[in-house]
């Protein structure tokens, strides 16, 4: 077998965090003096009352939370990478480096950002691109969504967002793997022409509702997250469905862009046996 193989995630949905920092702390006021270079030269200031109101739950909490987690913790990949599209309501920390150090210390890291939900897909694409190249045999990559901003986001304004992370484990395929090999990644939707009653369509909150399921079945993720919808969604059903389907395929649609994407798993051999055995 080749390609990744996805054979463990982790999800985390409102975990509540440490909150903001005291107002007449060190930290507070460098927080205050970011926001006021990232804000000022467009003639804006951040909403005090607004960031009081945020739960304050930073992108190193999150990936703490991760790196704590079953099926996780037990990771030492030779690649991490850090997805998200809302930015970090702490900037002060190098996350990927910081989840790396959780996870062993040796990967080489990064983060995506700036590309809306199409994030967590780009990671899919560079974890598939190394494996192949033999650079990385096993793989964390971590999607973070936090909603504490300093100013009026109107995606977050209107969408009741939470708190939310989740971090998929994939490994070079072998010939025992029980898990779900990554089989594509692509722009726009997916493609129905191969759907049967053995495929699952996940649809992020963005999907559009127009998308062809064919004998598939459908699972819809909650309405409360932007970039991390399918993914807690894959990793809050990961077993149950590795072991019902023999193709997973998400997609979402970004609000902001329009724009499509999509992912397709396939239930290895390993799987399979385990499900036939059930």
Same mark, same amino acid.
């Not at 409102?14 to 007449?24: K, L, N």
């Given at each position: ?30 927080v ?53 599209a ?19 210390g ?63 484990? =994939? ?10 090999? =990554? ?9 129905? !022409?191969?759907?049967?009653? !053995?495929t ?53 649609t ?25």
């Open positions: 077998m080749t390609g990744l193989v996805l054979e463990a995630a982790a999800a985390v949905r409102s975990p509540g965090g440490p909150g903001p920092a005291p107002a007449d702390s060190p930290r507070a006021a460098l205050r003096a970011f926001h006021d270079d990232l804000l000022g030269p467009f003639g804006a200031k951040a909403d005090e009352e607004l960031l009081a109101r945020g739960a304050h739950v930073p992108h190193r909490h999150l990936a703490d939370l991760l790196a704590d987690s079953d099926g996780v913790r037990e990771a030492r990949p030779q690649l991490v990478v850090v997805a998200h809302l930015p970090d309501v702490v900037p002060f920390t190098a996350v990927a480096p910081h989840l790396t150090s959780r996870l062993g040796s990967a080489t890291n990064f983060a995506i950002a700036q590309q809306g939900l199409a994030a967590p897909f780009t990671a899919l694409r560079i974890a598939a691109a190394y494996q192949r190249s033999g650079r990385a045999a096993e793989t964390v990559v971590a999607v973070l969504e936090q909603t504490t901003l300093p100013t009026p986001y109107p995606l977050v304004r209107e969408t009741p967002l939470i708190d939310s992370a989740a971090a998929l484990v =994939l490994r070079a395929g072998t010939e025992g793997s029980a898990g779900l090999r =990554l089989a594509g990644v692509g722009s726009g939707p997916p493609d129905a !022409g191969e759907w049967d009653s !053995g699952l369509l996940v649809l992020g909150p963005g999907a559009r509702p127009d998308t062809e399921a064919g004998r598939a079945d459908v699972h819809f993720a909650p309405g409360d997250s932007y970039c991390t919808g399918v993914w807690l969604e894959l990793a809050l059903h990961l077993g149950h469905w590795r072991r019902s389907y023999r193709r997973i395929v998400l997609t979402d970004d609000p902001l862009t329009g724009r499509s994407h999509h992912a397709v798993f396939t239930a290895t051999a390993a799987a399979a046996s385990a499900s036939d055995g059930c």
